[in-house]
């Protein structure tokens, strides 16, 4: 009796040690079901995105992707988060081996996939740690998610911007563009959205996890979650007024390896473009690359454009390469008969490895023929990315430009009423490519709350409502052309007000929570270390 009574001073220690918590490892699985897990979950949420365009897949994917993480520790972590990262960008971006090949494929998904992994790890911290900072019930399932989405649009926020100027595709909010939860974008912007969705799958997440509540209300708050963000009101773009605009998609092979002669893609559009004349238009707008002869250098490219602009009775917009000072920029024109390039617009956000090639000397041993691919480089811009056409303001973004969100920003803080996004998708092929990146175009016109019109050499070309749906559209790999009337707006949504500040805010969070988390997990050690032996 004597040596029970002995034994029971340990007891207390114990508890004290280890908090009295619901099970914080629910749903944990063995490693190797969870990076089958993981490579699974990249896949569906690649799935969300176009062509596809399964929306609801993109909030599954990120929601199989946290159940995969948790239990784990940083470093298995990390190890589950390249699973699902190379899953995801091994597929998402598969369009650049059309061709180029697997080189510069697989150079940008591992690139990815690394920032991808550490996002991942950061969040198994939390996953793992945050029930135990936050030990109530409200704790767990009211702060739990907003870090994990803080943390998952930290990452996105980090990979728009660096390295080389960053690489903006494959963010969640673009694979809501067309989804009941697109109109929150105007609210929040694009990486606001991305949060919303990420909370959403955290918070389902957590409430399975959840063991002191009953089923009902653990259904009832994901229910309501959802059903409040979608019966969100849409913000109300107010027309300044109408212009009706021509855009003509030339159907030129315009691809780095395309066989033509020299002046072929500018007699292509101009050729797709003459069936209009006799059309009353305020304005043409070509693709980028569309005038693939300077007309500012060639007259007989000059006397082409002219002649299309006095024919049309209208100024056109088109891209070029243009050459001054020495230096090559991707350019777009706003071309007058008789006048000449009265503007132009030098793309601020070339592509490292397409347009540019950043440290030459240190990549080109890697792969020397293909960094020889890219012998010279464009410079980056430093004009307005607003036109005035005869009172019209024209937002002019070039190809990746319309993925940055600081030009979007940029352009309505100088009066754009109507977005203009000229591209070249000729060297993708018919892949997805044409297809994400309209997706982007569709997201901006509703973050804006202005028209977009997105006009390739090839497709996919469409015309963009401010809220969203499709005016006009043309068929991929055909000439043809695309005339409306469209709406202007000087609108400024809550997202163009607010800038970058949700993108900051909600990041903060995230960093913060996880800070908190590592704390927690710091403190549970060292009481593991205090406690006494035997």
């Known amino acids: ?250 159907g030129a092979d315009a691809g780095l390896f395309a066989q033509h002669a020299p002046g072929q893609i500018l007699n292509d559009h101009a050729s797709a473009t003459l069936p209009l004349i006799g059309e009353k238009v305020d304005f043409v707008v070509w693709p980028e690359n569309a005038s693939d002869v300077d007309p500012i250098r060639s007259a007989d490219a000059a006397r082409i454009m002219d002649y299309i602009s006095t024919e049309m009775d209208a100024p056109v917009v088109t891209g070029t390469i243009t050459a001054r000072d020495g230096n090559f920029y991707n350019s777009s024109l706003l071309w007058k008969a008789g006048q000449g390039a009265v503007q132009i617009y030098d793309k ?26 890219v012998p010279r480089d464009f410079t980056i811009g430093t004009q307005s990315n607003v036109f005035d056409i005869n009172g019209i303001f024209a937002g002019i973004a070039i190809c990746f430009d319309i993925a940055d969100d600081q030009l979007v920003h940029e352009m309505v803080e100088n009066k754009a009423e109507i977005i203009l996004a000229q591209t070249n998708n000729a060297d993708f092929g018919k892949t997805d490519e044409s297809v994400q990146q309209l997706a982007i175009a569709r997201i901006r016109a509703i973050e804006a709350g202005r028209t977009v019109v997105n006009i390739s050499t090839v497709g996919t070309s469409a015309i963009i409502a401010p809220d969203g749906s499709t005016l006009d559209s043309l068929p991929t790999w055909v000439a043809g052309s695309m005339v409306q009337t469209v709406p202007l707006s000087t609108t400024v949504t809550p997202a163009m007000t607010a800038g970058r500040g949700i993108e900051w805010l909600v990041s903060g969070l995230g960093l913060a929570g996880f800070a908190f988390c590592l704390l927690g997990a710091r403190q549970v050690s060292l009481q593991v270390r205090k406690k006494p032996r035997g």
């Open 348 to 373: 601020v956000h070339p592509v490292p490895f397409a347009e540019y090639m950043p440290d030459r000397d240190f990549w080109r041993p890697f792969a020397p023929e293909l960094i020889d691919l």
């Open 1 to 250: 009796m004597t040596e029970v009574i002995a034994e029971r001073p340990s007891v207390p220690v114990t508890a004290t040690v280890r908090p009295s918590l619901p099970p914080t490892e629910q749903l944990q699985l063995p490693l190797w079901g969870a990076l089958l897990l993981a490579a699974g979950a990249g896949a569906v949420l690649d799935a969300g995105f176009p062509a596809r365009d399964w929306w609801i897949l993109a909030p599954v994917g990120v929601a199989l992707m946290l159940v995969a993480l948790i239990g784990r520790g940083p470093w298995t972590g990390l190890l589950v988060g390249l699973t699902a990262g190379l899953s995801f960008w091994g597929i998402h971006i598969s369009w650049l081996t059309l061709y180029l090949g697997p080189v510069p494929w697989l150079a940008l998904a591992v690139l990815e996939t690394l920032f991808f992994g550490v996002g991942l790890a950061l969040i198994a911290v939390v996953l793992r740690w945050g029930p135990r900072v936050w030990q109530t019930v409200l704790g767990r399932v009211g702060i739990v998610p907003v870090v994990v989405a803080g943390l998952w649009t930290a990452r996105e926020a980090l990979t728009s911007v660096w390295p080389y100027g960053g690489f903006a595709w494959g963010r969640v909010a673009i694979s809501q563009s067309e989804s009941p939860f697109a109109s929150l974008v105007a609210w929040v912007g694009m990486s606001g959205l991305s949060f919303l969705m990420v909370w959403l799958s955290a918070l389902v997440v957590q409430l399975i996890r959840e063991t002191d509540l009953r089923v009902a209300p653990r259904w009832g708050i994901a229910v309501a979650a959802v059903a409040l963000l979608i019966v969100f009101p849409a913000w109300p773009t107010l027309q300044s007024g109408t212009t009706r605009l021509a855009a003509v998609q030339g």
